[in-house]
């Protein structure tokens, strides 16, 4: 929850592949205040059954950018193994991008849900509501 020094983050995945939430995605956040200032990492979660990640930790006050770091390689690598387990393997990798990491700027007193739009070979994000 966002207070007046404060922001607050909310994301979830759609795996656009196959039209469904991505369950299982590690997903960190790290912050910083001001774009000179070290990175710190604030800790992490993983998405629900929905695709959710509802309890991200809140950035500390003077946070003026966060990141979120999504380790999407295990997902896609399980989906993978799982629909070609009577299939010849067509792929070597699970994902053409192991790791998703969005960074953007932020201010006090707003939240940010981050929506990952994900498939094996793209993705997309924005702010959503």
């Keep these: 929850m966002s ?9 979830h995945i759609l795996d656009t592949s196959i039209g469904r939430p991505a369950e299982g995605v590690a997903i960190t956040l790290a912050a910083r205040s001001g774009f000179d200032a070290e990175w710190v990492a604030l800790g992490g979660s993983a998405t629900d059954a929905d695709g959710r990640c509802k309890d991200l930790p809140a ?7 966060v ?19 009577d299939a ?16 953007f700027a932020v201010t006090p007193g707003e939240h940010y849900h981050v929506p990952l739009l994900l498939n ?10």
């Design 3 to 11: 207070t007046d020094t404060t922001a607050s983050v909310s994301t």
């Design 88 to 103: 010849p393997r067509v792929r070597d990798s699970g994902a053409f991008f192991p790791e998703v990491a969005i960074t």
């Design 67 to 85: 990141r979120l770091d999504f380790e999407v390689e295990t997902y896609f690598s399980k989906k993978q193994a799982e629909a070609q387990q």
């Design 120 to 129: 094996p070979f793209g993705y997309s994000v924005y702010r959503g509501s």
């Design 59 to 65: 950035p500390p006050e003077g946070t003026t950018h």
